[in-house]
Antibody
Framework: QVQLQESGPGLVKPSQTLSLTCTVSSGSISSDYYYWSWIRQHPGMGLEWIGFSSNSGSTSYNPSLKSRVTISVDTSKNQFSLNLNSMTAADTAVYYC???????????WGQGILVTVSS | DVVMTQSPLSLSVTLGQPASISCRSSQSLVFSDGNSYLNWFQQRPGQSPRRLLYQASIRDSGVPDRFSGSGSGTDFTLKISGVEAEDVGVYYCMQGTHWPPVTFGQGTRLEIK
C-alpha cells in the first residue's frame, strides 16, 4: 500500500513561509491515487482540510487559506509539497499529507509533522 | 460548506459492549451516481487518522468486522459491536460529496469505562 511521509521544519518564525514535502513510497504519485491533499490539526482540535493538487495539476484550496497556500505535485520525485506563507501562531498545528481518489477523497495518511510558529 | 455534526462528542463504554456514533450532514450526501461519500476515521492516541470505512459502509481491508457503517442522505452511524481496548481514540466522519472542501465532524472521543 502507498505510504506517505511528511518532511520539513518543525519550527517557523512568524511571517515566514512554511514549506513541507510529502514523499510517496510503495506506489506511484502518477497512478495510485489522484488527489494529493494536506490536512492540519491544531493542538487538541479537529481536522481542517487545506487543499489538494491532483496528479494532472489541478488544484483547489480551502477558501479560508486560499490567499496563502500553494500545493504542487512533482511526479519525477514522487513527491508533493505545501507552501503556506505569512505564518502566524494560529498556524501552529500537526500537518498531514493524504492521498485519495474519487471513491474516497481522503484515504491514506502520513504520520504527520508538528509545525510550531514562534520567534 | 457542508457542516458535519457528530454525537455524542464523548463516549465511555465497558469492554465488550457496543458503541454507536452518529454523524449528520447539513445537506444530503447522495451524489449524482447514487453513492454517499462519507468516510469514518479512527485516530488512536498519538497516531495519525486511519480510514475505517468509506462510502458510508465499505470497510477497509484489515479493519475488524466489529466496525460497521450505515446510513444515507444526511444521517449516518458508525457502530462497534463489542468495544475492545485498542478501539480507544477519536472517531471522525468526513464528507467528500460536496467538495471541495471535504469537511469533518468535530470528533467523538471513545474511552473505556
Amino acid at each position: 500500500q502507498v505510504q506517505l511521509q511528511e518532511s520539513g521544519p518543525g519550527l517557523v518564525k512568524p511571517s515566514q513561509t512554511l514549506s513541507l514535502t510529502c514523499t510517496v513510497s510503495s506506489g506511484s504519485i502518477s497512478s495510485d491515487y489522484y488527489y494529493w491533499s494536506w490536512i492540519r490539526q491544531h493542538p487538541g482540535m479537529g481536522l481542517e482540510w487545506i487543499g489538494f493538487s491532483s496528479n494532472s495539476g489541478s488544484t483547489s484550496y480551502n477558501p479560508s487559506l486560499k490567499s496563502r497556500v500553494t500545493i504542487s505535485v512533482d511526479t519525477s520525485k514522487n513527491q508533493f509539497s505545501l507552501n503556506l506563507n505569512s505564518m502566524t501562531a494560529a498556524d501552529t498545528a500537526v500537518y498531514y499529507c493524504t492521498a485519495g481518489s474519487d471513491t474516497s477523497k481522503v484515504a491514506r495518511w502520513g504520520q504527520g509533522i508538528l509545525v510550531t510558529v514562534s520567534s | 460548506d457542508v457542516v458535519m455534526t457528530q454525537s455524542p462528542l464523548s463516549l465511555s463504554v465497558t469492554l465488550g459492549q457496543p458503541a454507536s456514533i452518529s454523524c449528520r450532514s447539513s445537506q444530503s450526501l447522495v451524489f449524482s451516481d447514487g453513492n454517499s461519500y462519507l468516510n469514518w476515521f479512527q485516530q488512536r492516541p498519538g497516531q495519525s487518522p486511519r480510514r475505517l470505512l468509506y462510502q458510508a459502509s465499505i470497510r477497509d481491508s484489515g479493519v475488524p468486522d466489529r466496525f460497521s457503517g450505515s446510513g444515507s442522505g444526511t444521517d449516518f452511524t458508525l457502530k462497534i459491536s463489542g468495544v475492545e481496548a485498542e478501539d480507544v481514540g477519536v472517531y471522525y466522519c468526513m464528507q467528500g460529496t460536496h467538495w471541495p472542501p471535504v469537511t469533518f465532524g468535530q470528533g467523538t472521543r471513545l474511552e473505556i469505562k
